[in-house]
């Protein structure tokens, strides 16, 4: 179906703020999102201007102090949750161990923590690093993505899980999971590595208890950008002893008092540590300023467009039979991506980048097609599947340094 048959694009305006790498279809956004003129412009006047000519007085001046909780904020819209409740510090892996432990405290009748096999793997180290920290305090069960739901038992303290698989896009039934949780008081800990930004979530509306994510996928902060952390209100009221280990010194109540004994701050604060990294989060800052005025509902119904043209294409051009979608067919059970198997994968990956559609490879044999609905079209679809056809039909991906495996795939 040629690119003007398709529905009119709300968001076709959006492409213009972004800068599009010449002669490329970007088809990464769920490993790293591009850069905007808004984050380009923003990184450069904090540098020159607030950094550059205000210095220290910047901390208070431009509100540099606050930028986690700002900032946080503006990721809270995006994510179904309230004001006062989501912080941008930090890693994921960071974030995750200062939430598992607030969820083991929570929960301390409790040791397991549940979560699936092909969970991001991070994910299931951090869980456990700390059962080597605390012992038989803490416990990790790992079952088939497909048992999860059945294997919430009494014993679990806290499930864990990636809302969108990362190999295959599947979406995890979020209601399904929480009110099955919530059956056998068990907390739900959500990573949105590959949700926030990609489609609406509701993290209060589904009475998930904690979550985790990047900025620098679909919300197109900048390699490396500062996550973010959620904590539902029912866990933020009043209590007597902190709900995560990692004490620093903004996580106090009182920073700038200098006291040699830690008072947790009240609120989402007792969950920073150290200082804000200013360009970073200036960054994160920037880039969310272009959903400011954006209908989330509208990303989500351009993604499952976008992912929906992609496999028709491919069925057209006779490449599902030779590498098969490991996706949900059902777009609604996925995320905004699609994966698909092959045993040269990778080669094909590297054959297509090289002709100028960056796609990428997830090991071990699966070619892994992302689609951000800010910035991709139906006419990138078009030309990139017909490309793919080209480098699979041909065998392009069988020439030698296509075989030849980078230190980063």
Known sequence: MPHHQHPQDPLAHVRAKFHIPANTIYLDGNSLGLLSENVRARVAETMQHQWGNDVITSWNKHGWINLPLTVGDKIARLIGAPAGTTLCCDSISVNLFKILCAALQINSGRTEVLSTKDNFPTDLYMVQGLQQLLGERCTLRLVPEHELLDAISEKTAAVLVTEVNFRTGRKLPLADLSARARAQGAL??????????????Q????????????????????????AFLYVAPKHLQQRTTPLQPLYGWLGHAEPFAFTAEYAPAQGIRQFLTGTPPILALAAVDAALDVFADIDMADVRQKSIGLSEYWLERMAAEGLLELMPSISPANPEERGSQLAFQHEDAYAICQALIAEGVIADF??????????????????EVEKAVATLAGVVHEQRYERAEFQERSAVT
Do not use: W
Request: glycine share 10%.
């Open 203 to 226: 993290l209060l509306e589904n009475d998930i208890d904690f979550a985790v994510g990047c900025t620098y996928k679909y919300l197109n902060a900048g390699p490396g950008a500062p």
């Open 362 to 379: 997830r090991a071990p044999e699966y070619l892994r097609v992302g689609f951000s609905a800010l910035y991709n079209t139906y006419g």
């Open 188 to 201: 739900t800990i959500l990573d949105l590595a590959h949700s926030a930004g990609a489609f609406p979530v």
